[in-house]
C-alpha cells in the first residue's frame, strides 16, 4: 500500500511540475525549435527586454498589481474589523458574500464586471475601459483573500489589548496602530502578497474588463495566436519565478512564526 501510494504522488508531481521543467529548460534554448536542443543560451531573455510591447504590458501589469493590492489590503482590513464585531448571523452572512467571489467561475465574474463597466460608461460616461476598470476588477476579486488572512489574526488576538491601551491613554487612532496593526501585521502582509501574486497572473477577468489597455498575461494570449516564440518560455519562466519566490517568502514567513508560538 506504501509503494502504491509513492507512486500515485510521484506521478501526482510528475504531471503537476514535468511541463514547467520543460518551459524553464527551453526558455535557455539557443534554437526556435521546440523539439531540439541546441545549446545554451540567453538569446530569448534579452530579445525578451528589447521588446516594448511586452515591456509595456509588463509595466501595466505591475502597476495594476499593486495599486489592487494596496486597495484590497486596506479595505480588507477595515471590513475586518467590521465583521470581528457583528454577531453570528450577520457575520455568516457577511462571510458567504465575501467568499462568493472565490467560488464563482472567473468568467462569470470578467462578464459581470464588464456589463457593468459598459452600462456605467454608456449611461453615465464614466469607468471606460481601461487602467482604472482593470484594478477596480483586481481589487474586487482580492478582497476575499485579504479578508481570509487578516481575520484569523484578529481573531487570535486579545481583545481586551485595545482596551487597554485607551485605558492607559492612547487615542483609538494611536492604539490601532500601536496594539491592532501590529498584532495582525502578518496575515495583512500575508493577504496583500496573495492579492499581488493573483493579480499578476489573472488572465480571464483582466481580458473582458481591460478594454484596449494590455497585461502581460493578455499579451502572452495575443503571442500564443500567431507564431509561437521562445520569447513566451522566458516571459513565463520569469513569470514563474516571481510567483514561486513570494509563495516561498510566505510559507516561511509561516514557518516561523509557528516556531514563535510554540
Known amino acids: 500500500m506504501k509503494l502504491f501510494s509513492k507512486i500515485y504522488m510521484g506521478l501526482?508531481?510528475?504531471?503537476?511540475?514535468?511541463?514547467?521543467?520543460?518551459?524553464?529548460?527551453?526558455?535557455?534554448n539557443d534554437s526556435k525549435s521546440r523539439n531540439t536542443w541546441t545549446g545554451f543560451s540567453f538569446r530569448w531573455y534579452v530579445k525578451l527586454f528589447k521588446d516594448s510591447e511586452i515591456l509595456h504590458s509588463l509595466l501595466n501589469t505591475i502597476i495594476v498589481a499593486l495599486v489592487a493590492a494596496i486597495l484590497a489590503t486596506i479595505i480588507g482590513t477595515i471590513a475586518c474589523l467590521g465583521i470581528l464585531k457583528m454577531k453570528k448571523w450577520p457575520k455568516r452572512f457577511i462571510m458567504n458574500l465575501n467568499n462568493l467571489?472565490?467560488?464563482?467561475?472567473?468568467?462569470?465574474?470578467?462578464?459581470?464586471?464588464?456589463?457593468?463597466f459598459v452600462f456605467t460608461y454608456n449611461n453615465f460616461n464614466i469607468?471606460?475601459?481601461?487602467?482604472?476598470?482593470?484594478?477596480?476588477?483586481?481589487?474586487?476579486?482580492?478582497?476575499?483573500?485579504?479578508?481570509?488572512?487578516?481575520?484569523?489574526?484578529?481573531r487570535q488576538m486579545n481583545p481586551y489589548l485595545y482596551e487597554a491601551a485607551q485605558d492607559l491613554g492612547c487615542t483609538p487612532f494611536y492604539a490601532f496602530f500601536k496594539v491592532i496593526l501590529p498584532e495582525i501585521m502578518p496575515g495583512?502582509?500575508?493577504?496583500?502578497?496573495?492579492?499581488?501574486?493573483?493579480?499578476?497572473?489573472?488572465?480571464?477577468?483582466?481580458?473582458?474588463?481591460?478594454?484596449?489597455?494590455q497585461t502581460l498575461p493578455i499579451a502572452i494570449y495575443s503571442m500564443t495566436r500567431k507564431i509561437v516564440s521562445p520569447e513566451i518560455n522566458a516571459l513565463s519562466t520569469m513569470l514563474f519565478v516571481v510567483v514561486l519566490?513570494?509563495?516561498?517568502?510566505?510559507?516561511?514567513?509561516?514557518?516561523?512564526?509557528?516556531?514563535k508560538n510554540n
Not at 501526482?12 to 535557455?28: D, N
Not at 519566490?245 to 516556531?259: D, F, G, P, V, Y
Request: proline share 6%.
Open 12 to 28: 501526482i508531481f510528475f504531471f503537476l511540475y514535468a511541463p514547467l521543467v520543460v518551459l524553464v529548460a527551453f526558455s535557455f
Open 101 to 116: 467571489p472565490i467560488v464563482n467561475p472567473e468568467i462569470v465574474t470578467g462578464v459581470s464586471l464588464m456589463l457593468l
Open 245 to 259: 519566490t513570494l509563495l516561498l517568502a510566505i510559507n516561511i514567513r509561516q514557518i516561523k512564526e509557528m516556531k
Open 127 to 154: 469607468l471606460c475601459p481601461g487602467m482604472t476598470t482593470l484594478i477596480l476588477s483586481h481589487t474586487t476579486f482580492c478582497l476575499p483573500y485579504v479578508v481570509l488572512s487578516v481575520l484569523p489574526k484578529l
Open 188 to 213: 495583512i502582509i500575508t493577504g496583500m502578497v496573495m492579492a499581488f501574486t493573483l493579480s499578476l497572473d489573472d488572465f480571464v477577468i483582466s481580458y473582458f474588463t481591460s478594454g484596449t489597455t
